[in-house]
Structures are given as structure tokens and as C-alpha cells.
């Protein structure tokens, strides 16, 4: 029986020590960050993107005109 718990300890001790999640958890943070700013600069990025696509737009026509 002490084996049996000694042996669960040392698997429990083993799990609190992997850091081998943390890549994942990192790569989770960093999207939130990137959502939180897309939803803070909403109207400034539409704007820049119409912007660019007017552009796009207006070079396409000179170039087939």
C-alpha cells in the first residue's frame, strides 16, 4: 500500500514539474492579447483596410484603362 502511494506522489510531482503545456498556454495568451486589440482599434483597422482596398481598387482601373 505505501508503494501504491509513494509511486502516486511521485506521478503527481512529476505533473506539477511538466512544462511541457506552456508553449500552448503561451500561444493562448498572445491571442487574446492580438483579439483585445483588434477589438480596441475595430474602427481605425476598417478604416485602413477600406482604405488600402480603394487604393487597390483605383491602381486596378489605371492599369486597365
Known sequence: MKQAWNRLCE???RFVRDE??????EVI?????????VMVFKKEI????QDVV???KSDAQTIYN
Do not use: E, F, P, Q
Not at 476598417?46 to 483596410?49: E, H, S, Y
Open 20 to 25: 511541457s503545456g506552456m508553449g500552448t498556454i
Open 29 to 37: 495568451l498572445i491571442i487574446v492579447v492580438l483579439i483585445g486589440l
Open 54 to 56: 480603394s487604393h487597390i
Open 11 to 13: 506521478g503527481a510531482n
Open 46 to 49: 476598417g478604416g485602413l483596410v
